[in-house]
């Protein structure tokens, strides 16, 4: 079963461009989460897509939006790049959201890792 | 609030017991988790406990949990330079609905030869 996968690896921008990372989730999978792994921070929630559409945002702005295609892969758009957006973007993929309270975990990809300059 | 924390660095010689401490604040999560990070990778789901248990084993990897104080442990029994990665405890609010977790800042585990 091919996992999560995401491209590109490496993303090199500078400020004020755009980006588009994609994520295609495991076969089956309904549910995409997008992850912002930024040094020294952690991992912080971005977006929540389900059946199509965004299901909750974590705290970042409106430049980062995204969307899910009927085939479920999905996509992250960040506007109008900064600095501090370098970082390594994560996606995840689940079962449909109900079974994540039932100890089955998301599966993530490797990232995809920005660099903005 | 929503913070997990997990303290930042560990080191321990190989073959030596590796405790891993999270400190997680939402009662009404059903299950923890423990993810581990390799270098370059992504995220590997480790191991999960359910919250009604104090204790769950899996090979070398325990995990403690205390509810009382919201308290997650994770014990790698003879650690090997292969477990060398980051690890990170997440948390997922039952009552949030938004149905994501909440993940700690992650521990970075260096296993000395």
């Known amino acids: 079963e091919a996992g999560v996968t995401q491209s590109p690896t490496h993303l090199i921008k500078t400020r004020g461009q755009q980006a588009t990372l994609r994520c295609s989730p495991i076969?089956?999978?309904?549910?995409v989460y997008w992850y912002q792994q930024a040094l020294g921070l952690g991992l912080q929630f971005l977006l929540w897509y389900d059946e199509g559409e965004e299901r909750n945002r974590g705290n970042f702005p409106p430049r980062f939006s995204g969307r899910q295609f009927p085939n479920y892969s999905s996509e992250l758009n960040v506007n109008a790049l900064e600095l501090e957006d370098s970082a390594l973007y994560l996606c995840?993929?689940?079962?449909?959201?109900?079974?994540?309270?039932?100890?089955?975990?998301?599966?993530f990809g490797s990232g995809t890792r920005l660099t903005v300059v | 609030g929503e913070d997990v924390e997990q303290s930042l660095f560990l080191s321990v010689r190989e073959g030596d017991s590796s405790v891993i401490n999270c400190t997680y604040t939402?009662?009404?999560?059903?299950?923890l988790y423990w993810y581990k990070q390799e270098p370059g990778a992504g995220l590997q789901l480790l191991t999960y406990?359910?919250?009604?248990?104090d204790m769950k084993q899996d090979q070398r990897l325990t995990v403690l949990l205390n509810k009382k104080d919201k308290h997650l442990s994770l014990r790698i029994a003879d650690t090997q330079t292969g477990d060398s990665a980051i690890y990170f405890c997440a948390e997922s609010p039952s009552t949030s609905g938004t149905y994501k977790y909440i993940f700690g800042t992650g521990t970075r585990l260096k296993v000395l030869a």
């Open positions: 995840a993929s689940s079962l449909a959201p109900g079974q994540l309270i039932l100890g089955y975990g998301y599966t």
């Open positions: 076969s089956g999978h309904t549910s």
């Open positions: 406990i359910f919250s009604n248990m």
């Open positions: 939402d009662s009404s999560s059903t299950y």
